[in-house]
């Protein structure tokens, strides 16, 4: 660990804009306790952990909550590079929201430590490295005291769910507040129509279909190792191209599709079908393919079809919808926000046949998921959103893990599945080895689904 001085640079994403609207959340029930707020002037401290796009995202939406004073007081990455970038573009629009000097800047891979150091309890830890350092980085949250938000997904297979799961529990015991990246659950627009469905104005739904057909997607497609980099550095760079990091682009990409569609279900599905393949390598290295059609399939027997696809030329889509008995619901289309909801009394979904849609303009569900946040702090309510991000994370896997093996795949058999792909990232060293090693080619293994059928994809 090391700390820095200022540079600039860019980010992935810029932060959201500001919405006002703060309101309850569902979340699991715990030990009510005295909460512990971050300091007698009211100011909730922040410390961001992992300064990608996604992670400098959330410090902006988090600085833009209403409830009350925020401030962002550490930051922390595994490169100084990104750390700066993110300093520098949060500092354009939040500068007044930030006392993050240079002692309090912390590069390397204990860096998450010193950042939480820097936090009192009732103060929030955001958690926006790749998904295989969750674990060690929540459970040192939850040893300080101190409530988290974490990015999605959670885990990336069997035994890290089951790990998340207690430390979820022990969270929810020391009554802190944890929220998970899975914005669409607090999505405006998603929510009334969840609640439409659960009334019964589509009837018993029989078939979900969720689509995320787009074009190549940054870091997914990955090429050789840049002469100089060490193994472990690469891999945690460019980390969407490695399932030990992160699950692959199906964990990361596919998930919210995936979730959002479960909701409306309000179920998760029991197993598993799917198939998945490559078109054309070229220099890749990558573990991912570039088509993915996974067949997910509830204890009733209804099913959830999935399609994903990263390729140039070919149809996009980015949608998800339900398909009932007396109608048919659109869930989300052209992305994740606005989601743009509606109910058709048809499957077609003409203009004619639509018997609801969402009113008006949707406010972020991003902004949202932290003004809910931040309320339940602030007024010591329950918020534990852990068990549902590790179910969300878990099914996803089974899907990844039928596609990659070319075999039916259970909830249960995901869950129990031995094997871990990373069980030392607790332990890793820019000096010593990565959790995946590539052969004399400078290629890494591959799923090679009906031949590999060991599971470990």
């Given at each position: 660990?090391?700390?820095?001085?200022?540079?600039?640079?860019?980010?992935?994403?810029?932060?959201?804009?500001?919405?006002?609207?703060?309101?309850?959340?569902?979340?699991?029930?715990?030990?009510?306790?005295?909460?512990?707020?971050?300091?007698?002037?009211?100011?909730?401290?922040?410390?961001?952990?992992?300064?990608?796009?996604?992670?400098?995202?959330?410090?902006?939406?988090?600085?833009?909550?209403?409830?009350?004073?925020?401030?962002?007081?550490?930051?922390?990455?595994?490169?100084?590079?990104?750390?700066?970038?993110?300093?520098?573009?949060?500092?354009?629009?939040?500068?007044?929201?930030?006392?993050?000097?240079?002692?309090?800047?912390?590069?390397?891979?204990?860096?998450?430590?010193?950042?939480?150091?820097?936090?009192k309890p009732g103060d929030v830890a955001i958690l926006a490295t790749p998904p295989?350092?969750?674990?060690?980085?929540?459970?040192?949250?939850?040893?300080?005291?101190?409530?988290?938000?974490?990015?999605?997904?959670?885990?990336?297979?069997?035994?890290?769910?089951?790990?998340?799961?207690?430390?979820?529990?022990?969270?929810?015991?020391?009554?802190?507040?944890?929220?998970?990246?899975?914005?669409?659950?607090?999505?405006?627009?998603?929510?009334?129509?969840?609640?439409?469905?659960?009334?019964?104005?589509?009837?018993?739904?029989?078939?979900?279909?969720?689509?995320?057909?787009?074009?190549?997607?940054?870091?997914?497609?990955?090429?050789?190792?840049?002469?100089?980099?060490?193994?472990?550095?690469?891999?945690?760079?460019?980390?969407?191209?490695?399932?030990?990091?992160?699950?692959?682009?199906?964990?990361?990409?596919?998930?919210?599709?995936?979730?959002?569609?479960?909701?409306?279900?309000?179920?998760?599905?029991?197993?598993?079908?799917?198939?998945?393949?490559?078109?054309?390598?070229?220099?890749?290295?990558?573990?991912?393919?570039?088509?993915?059609?996974?067949?997910?399939?509830?204890?009733?027997?209804?099913?959830?079809?999935?399609?994903?696809?990263?390729?140039?030329?070919?149809?996009?889509?980015?949608?998800?919808?339900?398909?009932?008995?007396?109608?048919?619901?659109?869930?989300?289309?052209?992305?994740?926000?606005?989601?743009?909801?509606?109910?058709?009394?048809?499957?077609?979904?003409?203009?004619?046949?639509?018997?609801?849609?969402?009113?008006?303009?949707?406010?972020?569900?991003?902004?949202?998921?932290?003004?809910?946040?931040?309320?339940?702090?602030?007024?010591?309510?329950?918020?534990?959103?852990?068990?549902?991000?590790?179910?969300?994370?878990?099914?996803?896997?089974?899907?990844?893990?039928?596609?990659?093996?070319?075999?039916?795949?259970?909830?249960?058999?995901?869950?129990?599945?031995?094997?871990?792909?990373?069980?030392?990232?607790?332990?890793?060293?820019?000096?010593?080895?990565?959790?995946?090693?590539?052969?004399?080619?400078?290629?890494?293994?591959?799923?090679?689904?009906?031949?590999?059928?060991?599971?470990?994809?």
């Amino acid at each position: 660990m090391r700390t820095l001085q200022e540079s600039s640079g860019l980010t992935r994403r810029e932060a959201l804009r500001t919405t006002t609207r703060v309101a309850a959340a569902s979340a699991l029930t715990g030990l009510s306790v005295p909460l512990v707020h971050a300091g007698e002037t009211n100011t909730i401290q922040i410390a961001l952990i992992g300064c990608g796009g996604r992670g400098t995202g959330a410090v902006g939406d988090a600085l833009s909550t209403q409830a009350g004073p925020v401030k962002l007081v550490a930051m922390a990455d595994c490169f100084e590079d990104r750390l700066e970038s993110s300093y520098a573009n949060l500092s354009k629009r939040y500068a007044d929201h930030m006392e993050v000097n240079s002692d309090r800047k912390f590069v390397g891979l204990d860096a998450y430590k010193h950042a939480i150091d820097c936090l009192k309890p009732g103060d929030v830890a955001i958690l926006a490295t790749p998904p295989a350092f969750r674990w060690p980085h929540f459970a040192y949250a939850i040893e300080k005291g101190v409530h988290v938000f974490m990015e999605k997904p959670v885990t990336v297979d069997g035994p890290t769910t089951k790990r998340m799961l207690e430390l979820g529990a022990e969270s929810v015991r020391k009554n802190l507040k944890v929220g998970v990246g899975l914005m669409c659950r607090h999505c405006e627009a998603r929510e009334q129509l969840y609640q439409r469905i659960m009334d019964g104005q589509i009837g018993e739904i029989l078939l979900l279909r969720a689509y995320r057909m787009v074009g190549p997607t940054g870091s997914a497609a990955t090429g050789p190792r840049p002469e100089g980099m060490s193994e472990l550095e690469h891999q945690i760079r460019r980390f969407h191209a490695f399932l030990w990091a992160s699950g692959g682009s199906f964990s990361d990409f596919l998930i919210h599709n995936i979730d959002e569609c479960c909701w409306m279900k309000n179920a998760w599905p029991i197993k598993a079908q799917g198939s998945g393949g490559n078109f054309e390598r070229g220099d890749r290295v990558d573990q991912n393919f570039d088509t993915y059609s996974v067949e997910y399939t509830f204890e009733d027997g209804s099913k959830l079809m999935l399609e994903g696809r990263n390729m140039e030329g070919c149809h996009q889509e980015f949608a998800s919808y339900a398909h009932g008995t007396k109608g048919a619901a659109v869930i989300s289309t052209s992305g994740h926000s606005p989601a743009k909801c509606r109910i058709s009394k048809t499957q077609n979904f003409n203009r004619s046949d639509l018997t609801w849609s969402f009113p008006g303009r949707e406010p972020s569900p991003y902004q949202r998921e932290w003004d809910h946040l931040m309320a339940a702090i602030r007024e010591d309510r329950p918020f534990n959103e852990v068990q549902r991000g590790c179910q969300a994370s878990l099914v996803t896997s089974m899907g990844r893990m039928a596609a990659h093996t070319g075999q039916v795949v259970t909830y249960d058999d995901m869950l129990n599945c031995p094997h871990e792909f990373a069980p030392n990232v607790d332990r890793l060293s820019f000096d010593g080895p990565a959790p995946l090693v590539a052969d004399e080619t400078g290629k890494y293994p591959r799923p090679a689904p009906g031949i590999k059928r060991d599971r470990e994809y």
